[in-house]
C-alpha cells in the first residue's frame, strides 16, 4: 500500500485545529464563565451543559447514517463539512456574547439555545470528517499516521483554547474579553475547517452505505469488537472530561495560580502532541493492542499521583501532567485507527461501507463521557459546598483534586482492564486488521 502523501495529511488533519479551539474554549471555560461572571447556579448549567451535550451525542449516529446514504456530486461527506462551520461560527459568538442586562432564566435560555445550536453543528462537521479519514486508506498503519496527524492539529488548537482561556480569565473585565475575542477566533475557525472539503476529494468506494439508521445502529452493536473498544473510549473519557471541565478551578482555588490556567494545560498538549510519532512507530513495530495498553497504565499512574500534589509542588504536577497528556496522545490516535478496521470488518460481513456510523458511534462514546463528567463536575462542586471567587473550603478542595485527578485515574485503570480482550491491533499483521469474530 503506498503511503499517503504529506499535503493529505496536512489538508485532512491541519484544518482540525479550528474544530478544537472552539471546542474546548467552550467545553473548559463556559461551566465557569457561567458560574464565576454569569452568576449562574453551577449545578443548573453543568445539567444544562451535560443535556446539550447528550444532544449532541444524539445527533452523532443521525449524522452518521445521514452521511453513509447520501449521494451527491461532492461525495458523502463533504456537503456537511461546507455546510457545518457557519452554523459553528454563529453559536459560538452567541455563547460569549450573552445580553448583559437579562435575568438569570432568559440568560439560562440564551445560553441553552447557542449550547444547542454549537453541538449540533460540531455534529455535522466532526462526524464526516472522521468518516472521511477512514476512507482515505485502507491500510491500517497508514489509517494510524492520516489520525496521528489529525489528533497533533486537535492537541495544537486545545492549546490555543488554553491561551485564549488564560486571556479571558486574567482580563480586568472577563466577560467583556470573552466576547470581544469570540468573533475572529469564530471567523478564522470557521474559515479553516473549509479547508478540507476544498482540497480533499472523497474516493470511490463499492457498496452501499447502510439501509437505514436503525440497520446501522444494529450492526455497531452487534459487533462484539466494536463494543468493546467503544465501552473502553467511554471510560477514558469520562475520566478525562473532568481533567479539561475542573482545570480552571484546580488553578484558581488549589493551586492559587490563575496564571497558570493556560501553562499547566499547556504541558498536558504539548506532550500529547510530541509524544503521537512515537506512538505511531510504537504501534507498527508492537501492534496496537500493547501499545495503547501501556499508554492506559502510564496516564493511571500519571493522574493517580496528580491527588497528593498542591501549589507547593508545581514541578511535580508539571511532571505529572507532561507523562499523563503523551499517555493520552496514544488512545486518542489508536481508536479512531481500530475503528477503521473494525469498519472493513463490518464491509465483509454486510457488503456496505458504514463509515459515518461507525465514527459517530466512537464520537458518541466520547460525548457521552465528557458530558456525564462535566454533570458530575457541577453536582460534585454544589455538593461540597463550592462558592465562586473565595477561600474554598477543605471539602471543596477534597472534591477537586478528586474530579482532576482520582476520576481518570480510575477511568484508565478500568479501560486497561477491559481493552486486555481486544482482539484486534495485536502482532503480528501489521498494516491490516487480524481477523475477529463480531
Known amino acids: 500500500m503506498h503511503a499517503l502523501p504529506a499535503r493529505q495529511l496536512l489538508t485532512y488533519g491541519g484544518p482540525i485545529v479550528g474544530l478544537a479551539f472552539l471546542l474546548f474554549v467552550v467545553q473548559f471555560y463556559f461551566l465557569k464563565f457561567a458560574t464565576d461572571v454569569l452568576l449562574l447556579p ?5 445539567a444544562l451543559f451535560a443535556v446539550a451535550k447528550v444532544w449532541d451525542a444524539a445527533c452523532n449516529p443521525l449524522v452518521g447514517s445521514w452521511s453513509d446514504r447520501t449521494r ?10 461546507f455546510a457545518a462551520p457557519p452554523l459553528l461560527a454563529g453559536a459560538y459568538i452567541m455563547l460569549w456574547n450573552p445580553p448583559a442586562a437579562w435575568p438569570p432564566g432568559a440568560l439560562l435560555a440564551w445560553v441553552a439555545l447557542a449550547l444547542f445550536m454549537f453541538f449540533t453543528a460540531f455534529a455535522l462537521y466532526a462526524i464526516p470528517h472522521a468518516a472521511l479519514g477512514a476512507e482515505l486508506s485502507a491500510d491500517s498503519h497508514q489509517r494510524t499516521r492520516l489520525f496521528g496527524a489529525k489528533q497533533i492539529s486537535f ?6 483554547a488554553f491561551g485564549a482561556i488564560q486571556l479571558a480569565m486574567n482580563a480586568p473585565e472577563p466577560r467583556a474579553a470573552a466576547g470581544a475575542m ?40 452487534r459487533n462484539r469488537t466494536a463494543r468493546i473498544l467503544l465501552i473502553v473510549w467511554f471510560i477514558e473519557s469520562l475520566g478525562v472530561g473532568a481533567v479539561g471541565t475542573m482545570a480552571p478551578y484546580v488553578a484558581q482555588y488549589l493551586l492559587r495560580r490563575p496564571d497558570l490556567v493556560g501553562t499547566l494545560p499547556a504541558a498536558y498538549v504539548l506532550s500529547g502532541v510530541v509524544s503521537i510519532p512515537v506512538w505511531v512507530r510504537a504501534a507498527r ?42 499517555a493520552m496522545g496514544c488512545g486518542s490516535v489508536l481508536a479512531s485507527s481500530l475503528m477503521a478496521d473494525i469498519i472493513d470488518l463490518d464491509e465483509q460481513q454486510t457488503g456496505e461501507r458504514k463509515e459515518g456510523i461507525y465514527s459517530a458511534a466512537l464520537l458518541f462514546a466520547l460525548k457521552i463521557g465528557n458530558s456525564v463528567a462535566t454533570a458530575l463536575s457541577g ?16 471539602e471543596s478542595l477534597l472534591g477537586m483534586r478528586l ?29 491490516r486488521a487480524a481477523a475477529a469474530a463480531p
Open 42 to 46: 453551577p449545578a443548573l448549567v453543568g
Open 182 to 221: 469570540a468573533v475572529p477566533g469564530a471567523l478564522v475557525g470557521a474559515g479553516v475547517l473549509a479547508i478540507t472539503p476544498l482540497a480533499i476529494r472523497e474516493r470511490r468506494l463499492r457498496g452501499g452505505g447502510g439501509h437505514s439508521l436503525a440497520s446501522g445502529l444494529r450492526d455497531v452493536l
Open 155 to 160: 492537541t495544537f488548537g486545545m492549546l490555543l
Open 403 to 431: 474530579l482532576f485527578g482520582g476520576m481518570p485515574c480510575l477511568g484508565f485503570l478500568l479501560g486497561a482492564a477491559l481493552f486486555r480482550g481486544f482482539p484486534l491491533g495485536r502482532l503480528p499483521a501489521p498494516g
Open 72 to 81: 451527491s456530486r461532492h461525495g458523502r461527506r463533504r456537503p456537511f463539512l
Open 285 to 326: 513495530r508492537h501492534g496496537a493492542h500493547a501499545t495503547w495498553l501501556a499508554a492506559m497504565l502510564i496516564a493511571a499512574a500519571a493522574f493517580g499521583g496528580m491527588m497528593a500534589v498542591d501549589a507547593g509542588a508545581l514541578p511535580v504536577l508539571f511532571g505529572l501532567l507532561v507523562l499523563a497528556g503523551a
Open 379 to 394: 453536582v460534585v462542586l454544589a455538593a461540597v459546598a463550592f462558592a465562586p471567587n473565595v477561600e474554598q473550603s477543605a
